[in-house]
């Protein structure tokens, strides 16, 4: 027995926030699962912010909307402190008020401060250079370096050889034309006292 159809389920609606915390579902608005990579995360910021930018979108207050919502998710998503207290529900509105805005950089711990001791030893002498590109490339194609010297030399040497070979060969050819010119000479010479 068919009985009637139920009517489709409505979207539901976003969940609304509390008072003084942020907009509610960051992933949602940047379009990415709740397990995006930072990545993920970064990629669609910029494609989104791209899209909806006031200086390509100007005079339209949905699309400035749209920006600064993508701005405060990327704000909460892009910084680890502020995603970690997302995650757990626990974020604030002052916690994305103070924080500073994500650099797509990976956090990576300040150098340490150079001690006096090393600073006046770099200023006594030359620094050295930080990588040495020569040492690199004699280590990892040295052979390769050695063969063609080799194969340089060896086709200097044929180019000498040839080169006297011809010298040799030309000589040659003159002194046998010289020979040849005195003995016919020499024939012409006696033919013609008889």
């Not at 409505?10 to 926030?17: D, G, H, L, Q």
């Not at 993920?40 to 494609?47: G, L, M, V």
Request: with cysteine; aromatic share 8%.
């Amino acid at each position: 027995m068919a009985g009637p159809r139920a009517a489709p389920a409505a979207p539901r609606p976003a969940p609304t926030s509390a008072p003084g915390s942020p907009s509610p579902g960051s992933c949602n608005v940047l379009g990415v699962p709740p397990t995006a990579t930072q990545a993920q995360i970064k990629t669609a910021y910029y494609e989104q912010s791209f899209r909806y930018h006031p200086d390509r979108n100007a005079g339209s207050a949905a699309a400035a909307e749209r920006f600064a919502a993508v701005s405060e998710a990327y704000l909460v998503l892009g910084s680890a402190a502020l995603r970690r207290k997302y995650d757990r529900g626990v974020l604030s509105r002052e916690d994305v008020r103070g924080a500073p805005k994500p650099s797509g950089r990976p956090l990576t711990p300040a150098p340490p401060p150079v001690s006096s001791a090393a600073s006046s030893f770099s200023r006594r002498g030359p620094v050295p250079p930080p990588f040495d590109f020569d040492a690199f490339y004699r280590a990892h194609y040295g052979e390769q370096l050695e063969r063609e010297r080799m194969l340089r030399a060896r086709r200097e040497q044929l180019r000498l050889r040839r080169e006297e070979a011809a010298a040799q060969g030309r000589f040659r050819l003159v002194s046998d034309l010289s020979v040849g010119l005195l003995f016919f000479l020499g024939v012409v010479l006696l033919y013609s006292l008889k």
